[in-house]
C-alpha cells in the first residue's frame, strides 16, 4: 500500500501563489505517472495536472499558464506550483500516483483563495 501526504495548502488571496507538495512512501516513485485533482464544494471532481514517469504535462484548462506541475523521484515528492490564483481556484487538492492497475489517492488538502 502506498501513502501519499499531500501539504502546502492555506488560504490565499486573489493573485497569490502557493505550491503544493505530495510526497510518495514508494520507492518505485519514478515509474508512476503523477496527477493533481481537485473538488470543490458541491462539483465533481476535477483534473488540474498530469505529469507522466517520462515528464510529459497536461493541465485542465482553467489552469493553464497559472500552475506547474513537476517531480522529484530522488524526493519520491511532486509539486503544484500555483500561480495568479482566482477564487474560483477554492478546492481540496488531491495528489494521484498511478501505475497500470495500481492506483492511490491522496487525503487532500484544503486551497482557499479570498480577499
Known amino acids: 500500500q502506498v501513502q501519499l501526504v499531500e501539504s502546502g495548502g492555506g488560504l490565499v488571496q486573489p493573485g497569490g501563489s502557493l505550491r503544493l507538495s505530495c510526497a510518495a512512501s514508494?520507492?518505485?516513485?519514478?515509474?508512476?505517472?503523477l496527477g493533481w485533482y481537485r473538488q470543490a464544494p458541491g462539483k465533481q471532481r476535477e483534473l488540474v495536472a498530469t505529469?507522466?514517469?517520462?515528464?510529459?504535462?497536461n493541465y485542465g484548462d482553467s489552469v493553464k499558464g497559472r500552475f506547474t506541475i513537476s517531480r522529484d523521484n530522488a524526493k519520491r515528492t511532486a509539486y503544484l506550483q500555483m500561480d495568479s490564483l482566482k477564487p474560483e481556484d477554492t478546492a481540496v487538492y488531491y495528489c494521484?500516483?498511478?501505475?497500470?492497475?495500481?492506483?492511490?489517492w491522496g487525503q487532500g488538502t484544503q486551497v482557499t483563495v479570498s480577499a
Open positions: 505529469i507522466t514517469q517520462g515528464h510529459t504535462t
Open positions: 494521484n500516483i498511478r501505475l497500470a492497475t495500481n492506483e492511490y
Open positions: 514508494t520507492v518505485m516513485f519514478g515509474f508512476y505517472d
